[in-house]
């Protein structure tokens, strides 16, 4: 009997080896481009696009940026059942990419940074009903961290009882009033650096900075150009935390304190209503109610609460064309994605055919 099954098979040097077929070496090359791509989004650098003016000057609308995930740390996957490269849904249509039914515990791997403030950060917006992983992504400044004490005080942000400083490109609201009601070319609030404009009854509104503002105002047929700033204790709504107990606007806010890892606080009426959004939807908690001024949580009453993670404050660098924590509130550390990093091409959705190129912005770093 021959048993030598257990021995290598001798190498026939005479036997024909079958090439791959064609369709076998794209499909092999695809596979290993999406695999390389995803580890690549998931661990390093991730594409971003800006579709929004929130963040101008210092960020335009269809600037492409680069976003880094090892500063602060790659997340790992909370929806595994995802299809690779895609975010909510299938790309060009309303069909879900990813299946819910599995979510996993997400942990964030080492990073080579913390977030410090200035910090231009790429987060999930928090008040999103998808998997965190998967809640749309927005780009803001942190103007607070975990543990600060921030207040707004006549557009000031003013952190720890010292103002910060501003961002170079910072934009407001003006109203811009002009001789006899006369009409402005376009060209006029280009060469100040203004792109973004709105006729009214009266005049004008734009949002610009403070240099081309001043610039606007040196035109000889520009009556006034006037800040539109919010007035003191003057109430908006819908600003966070949604209270009747705090007269704030997005030019009067705070102070507040910034939750942080570790942090107790009192659950006196006031630090309810500051927290209890907090409390409610990003701590991991089971349950969370209030009952005849009694708040319960995981069915235990409780007189304090001790916080899990840290938080952060985000805003626009565009303070008043800028949704931002001043209206949905504080952006957990398990929402951050990335910090960004420099622009590597940027289209004016204005401007047509080879004037849409920004050639000034490319490659430029993000302060």
């Known amino acids: 009997m021959n048993l030598k099954f257990w021995k290598r098979k001798e190498k026939d040097d005479n036997a024909e ?9 794209w499909a092999d090359a695809i596979l290993f481009a999406v695999i390389a791509a995803t580890l690549i989004r998931w661990i390093l650098l991730e594409a971003f696009t800006i579709p929004t003016p929130s963040m101008e000057n210092s960020l335009l609308v269809g ?15 909370k929806t595994p059942l995802q299809i690779p490269l ?44 998808y998997p965190t992983d998967l809640k749309t992504n927005y780009i ?37 009033k002009t001789r006899n009601n006369s009409t402005i070319n376009d060209r006029v609030f280009k060469k100040a650096g203004i792109w973004d404009v709105t006729r009214t009854s009266n005049g004008y509104r ?7 503002a001043n610039k606007l105002a040196d035109f000889p047929f520009i009556e006034t150009v006037q800040i539109n700033k919010a007035e003191e ?62 708040f319960i949580v995981n069915g235990q009453p409780v007189t304090s609460y001790t916080f899990k993670q840290d938080y952060y404050f985000m805003m626009g660098d565009n303070r008043h064309n800028s949704l931002d924590s001043r209206y949905w509130g504080f ?9 960004a990093l420099f622009i590597w091409l940027s289209l004016d959705p204005n401007e047509r055919y080879f004037n849409k190129i920004r050639w000034s912005r490319f490659f430029k770093g993000i302060k």
Request: hydrophobic fraction near 35%; aromatic fraction near 12%; proline fraction near 7%.
């Open 140 to 176: 803001k400044r942190c103007v607070g961290v975990a543990g600060d004490k921030i207040e707004i005080k006549d557009t000031q942000v003013i952190i720890n009882d010292a103002a910060v400083n501003n961002p170079p490109e910072m934009e407001f609201s003006y109203l811009v």
């Open 233 to 294: 204790n003057a109430v908006e709504s819908g600003i966070y935390p949604f209270s009747d107990l705090f007269g704030w606007n997005k030019d009067f806010y705070g102070p507040m304190i910034i939750p942080s890892q570790g942090m107790t606080i009192d659950l006196t009426k006031e630090n309810i209503a500051r927290y209890k959004y907090v409390i409610q939807n990003y701590e991991n908690n089971e349950s969370v109610s209030e009952s005849d001024g009694q």
């Open 86 to 129: 895609t975010h909510q849904k299938i790309w060009g249509t309303s069909i879900p990419s990813y299946l819910d039914f599995i979510q996993l515990p997400q942990y964030r791997l080492p990073g080579i940074s913390s977030i410090k403030r200035n910090d231009v950060v790429v987060f999930n917006y928090p008040a999103e009903n």
């Open 63 to 77: 600037d492409f940026l680069f976003v880094s995930k090892i500063h602060y740390g790659p997340r790992t996957p």
């Open 331 to 339: 952006v957990p550390e398990d929402h951050i994605v990335g910090k």
């Open 17 to 25: 080896v079958k090439p791959k077929s064609k369709v076998r070496e």
């Open 206 to 212: 734009v949002y610009a900075t403070s240099q081309s």
